[in-house]
């Protein structure tokens, strides 16, 4: 093409010496890959301490909470209630549940794993980090403005998030914030999306091929794809919904509205219901964006830990995009409830319920690759496990809802909440967990411990059984979500001693996630040191230093020889064959 | 989606790894006069641009449904007089389409005087482009028309600001590609300027669709 071009394979680069190119606006796809998980991790513990405020206030609506633990001291409003409830589930769907799993294991361990020395795009790939953290501190100011966070939960329906401050505390300048943080947020997921897919697409090593790809690149792939086809939709209905907040435009605040007595003159013809589609459209591919990272880790750690191949990997492949396609076509059945026609809610209903048959086969290959496994449990394995326990169990309850006749019911009910906690909050978060303690010593070097690790996976595991289980009971008993105290509510009466043993469960749970605290911060001082392949795996960020080298391969390309899950070989000289392994060293079996 | 992968796939398959397709890099001095960023394919930056437009694709679609859903909703909807000017603007955005093609066959051929004079006179047409949509934007406040009169005037307003917040990022893409000092880059000002050209056309071509929306469906 041009005299200019020419190849720079063997050329080795060096890292950047001064502390603020280093750890803060570094480009090394591993540093930023680290900033996103303990962002996430920030994040986590900020969402839990919300949800820790919320299960009090639901079990003992009147307390006087103590000025250490609730700003100023006193008694909680029902509106600070619904503030919590917005912050939480922000904070945890956007910082946490998108950011871990794709931003921050994937930007670590998917370069490696294709063989590549950093992202496609590193600038813009730190671009990507630094943005999602101005997102969150915008997200984050609206504690701290008059009126505080909004009420209208982590969905902002109009015309509630549309009004302003009219409407309730917080619908100010926190849902003002709230708007324009998530705006921010989706423009850091659409320049993260376009990084992950060209470098899987152009960047892979000689010989990994899509075949021979790892089940954790492929699911980082899709949902990749994912986000940056929903995002641009979220960011849409972000600046529309902006518009109607503060430049007096009326695409989804409808006319005739009465606000406690006072009519909404200004606005007419608007559409509520608007908003949802677009939110929605986004907002089912986002559950996938969740989940199908620990998907792919899951099936990677199931089968090195049962030493076996991933049963049907083609099988996986395909579940795993017909799981992606399809989620952009059922974004109606969050509307049952809203006025939308019985015969969209059945097309709707039927593209919902066709999920499940993926979704199954992708449970019985995960039991299929452990059957006859020699199975090794430990806490990577152990969260993989749960994983898959948790998948079956808040997948299960998703065939109830994504019935219309059903969802009439359930809709707005704890089953709902139970329902959505399990498959996406703590399913995706047992993902985070495994992949945590699966690339520990990758990432920083050492081991996490063991010990300490069983002891926090059977109170986690246990833990969130007991808060989520006994909410389908709740929630099929008739008990409202959102609702900040239910006192006085006849029916709901008999409900309070699942209610407090709710929340017992919860404050032992999150308790026990300091286990996982201390472990990480007590292994990455003291922990034993990380060998450069500890688990006997197979792929390619195990053929290099633990942690990896500045530019992953010393300015090598790895070939790649083989598939991703060659483990239990007959005849080889392991049980195992690492993919970069040159086919003369790899026993008798070649 | 799987459709858009398997065609993926056939791309990657034929040109795979460093042996096949031209890489690109600044490394052949062999020093750290690069851009200091380990070389990847050009290839890569043709996927990302494809990538980049797919994702400005689905925000403007989502802003279309949502244009299409608004007008059959509600009785407020009032057809506002698109001003004249739009017309003048979408000539010269077409003829800056052909300008920016014929500075990139310039550039190819290596002679880069008159890749500047184009690539400078697409700059211009731009600008100019911008200014005429400004001028739209004043005669209708001049009408009385603004953002918040109704519906279609607040689907104008958005649709031609969003539309022009994006090609003012392709007029300083322009400009970079125009004065960067491409030695120290990964890739050379050629593939660089085509990169620019894939974006500039699909700016034309979304504006026509934006155009055609706003006339046909007010």
């Known amino acids: 093409m041009v005299a200019h071009d020419s190849g720079g394979g063997g050329h080795q680069h060096h890292p950047p010496s001064g502390f603020i190119r280093k750890w803060i606006f570094s480009v090394d796809h591993k540093v930023i890959g680290i900033q996103y998980y303990f962002l996430a991790l920030f994040s986590v513990f900020l969402g839990m301490g919300l949800s820790v405020l919320m299960r009090i206030h639901l079990v003992w609506p009147n307390a006087q909470l103590p000025s250490w633990l609730w700003p100023g001291g006193g008694q909680m409003t029902s509106e600070e209630y619904l503030a919590l409830m917005t912050m939480h589930g922000s904070i945890m769907v956007f910082m946490v549940l998108t950011t871990a799993p794709q931003s921050g294991f994937g930007n670590f361990i998917l370069p490696i794993q294709i063989g590549a020395a950093d992202m496609a795009f590193p600038v813009l790939n730190m671009l990507s980090f630094w943005v999602t953290f101005l997102s969150l501190m915008v997200l984050g100011a609206a504690f701290f403005v008059e009126g505080g966070p909004p009420i209208s939960g982590w969905t902002a329906y109009p015309p509630l998030s549309a009004l302003g401050e009219i409407a309730g505390p917080g619908q100010g300048a926190g849902q003002t914030l709230w708007v324009v943080g998530v705006g921010i947020f989706c ?404 | 989606m799987p459709g858009t992968l398997t065609d993926d796939i056939e791309i990657i398959e034929a040109g795979h790894g460093r042996g096949g397709g031209v890489p690109a890099g600044g490394d052949d001095d062999g020093g750290d006069g690069g851009s200091g960023l380990p070389a990847i394919p050009r290839r890569a930056y043709f996927t990302a641009m494809q990538l980049g437009l797919a994702g400005i694709v689905m925000f403007f679609m989502a802003l279309t449904s949502s244009f299409l859903v608004r007008k059959g909703l509600g009785t407020d909807w009032v057809a506002i007089a698109l001003p004249p000017v739009l017309w003048f603007n979408s000539l010269v955005l077409l003829v800056s389409s052909a300008t920016i093609q014929a500075a990139g066959r310039r550039l190819e051929a290596g002679d880069a005087q008159s890749f500047r004079y184009w690539w400078g006179l697409t700059i211009a047409l731009g600008l100019l482009f911008l200014s005429g949509q400004v001028i739209a934007w004043r005669q209708l406040a001049a009408q009385g028309v603004f953002l918040s009169s109704n519906p279609d005037s607040s689907f104008f307003y958005l649709l031609t600001a969003a539309h022009g917040l994006h090609l003012a990022g392709g007029i300083l893409a322009l400009l970079y590609v125009a004065f960067r000092p491409w030695r120290r880059s990964r890739i050379t000002q050629a593939t660089a300027a085509a990169l620019a050209g894939i974006y500039w056309h699909f700016m034309d071509g979304l504006w026509l669709f934006l155009l055609a929306l706003l006339y046909l469906g007010r």
Not at chain 1, 408 to 413: F, G, N
Not at chain 1, 427 to 443: E, N, Q, V
Request: glycine share 10%.
């Open chain 1, 187 to 590: 423009i850091a997921a659409l320049l993260g999306a376009l990084n992950f897919i060209t470098t899987t697409l152009d960047l892979r090593a000689k010989g990994m091929t899509l075949s021979r790809m790892p089940l954790t690149v492929w699911a980082w792939l899709i949902t990749a794809i994912l986000s940056l086809l929903s995002f641009g939709v979220l960011l849409a209905a972000c600046i529309l919904l902006l518009l109607d907040r503060t430049a007096g435009t009326s695409f989804f605040i409808p006319g005739g509205l009465v606000l406690t007595d006072t009519p909404v003159t200004d606005h007419k013809g608007g559409s509520p219901l608007l908003w949802q589609h677009l939110f929605w459209f986004f907002g089912h591919p986002e559950v996938y964006i969740a989940i199908l990272p620990g998907m792919g880790v899951a099936s990677h750690i199931l089968s090195t830990f049962a030493r076996k191949p991933v049963f049907g990997y083609k099988a996986m492949v395909a579940a795993m995009s017909s799981i992606g396609f399809l989620g952009f076509m059922v974004w109606g059945h969050h509307m049952f409830m809203s006025g939308l026609s019985p015969y969209s809610a059945f097309a709707f209903s039927l593209l919902t319920m066709a999920i499940g048959v993926p979704s199954a086969i992708k449970t019985f290959n995960w039991l299929g690759t452990l059957w006859g496994g020699k199975i090794q449990f430990n806490t990577s394995m152990l969260f993989a496990l749960g994983f898959v326990s948790l998948f079956v169990t808040g997948g299960l309850s998703g065939l109830f809802l994504a019935q219309p006749s059903i969802d009439l019911y359930m809709h707005d009910t704890y089953f709902v909440v139970a329902h959505f906690h399990l498959i996406m909050g703590v399913a995706a978060i047992f993902g985070i967990f495994t992949a945590s303690y699966f690339w520990f010593p990758k990432m920083f070097g050492r081991m996490l411990n063991e010990t300490i690790g069983k002891i926090h996976f059977w109170i986690t595991f246990a833990g969130v059984y007991a808060i989520f289980m006994p909410m389908h009971f709740l929630g099929l008993a008739g008990h409202p979500r959102r609702y900040a105290d239910t006192t006085g509510v006849n029916y709901l009466g008999p409900l309070d001693e699942v209610h407090y043993f709710i929340t017992i469960a919860a404050l032992i749970t999150i308790a026990a996630q300091f286990l996982f605290v201390i472990n990480f911060f007590y292994s990455l001082k003291a922990g034993q040191k990380a060998s450069e392949n500890p688990w006997n795996a197979t792929t390619l960020e195990w053929s290099v230093a633990s942690p990896p080298p500045f530019d992953n391969f010393g300015g090598q390309e790895p070939v790649v020889y083989r598939g991703a899950y060659e483990y239990g070989v007959p005849d080889a000289a392991d049980d195992y064959v690492p993919q970069h392994l040159a086919p003369a060293k790899a026993g008798k079996a070649h």
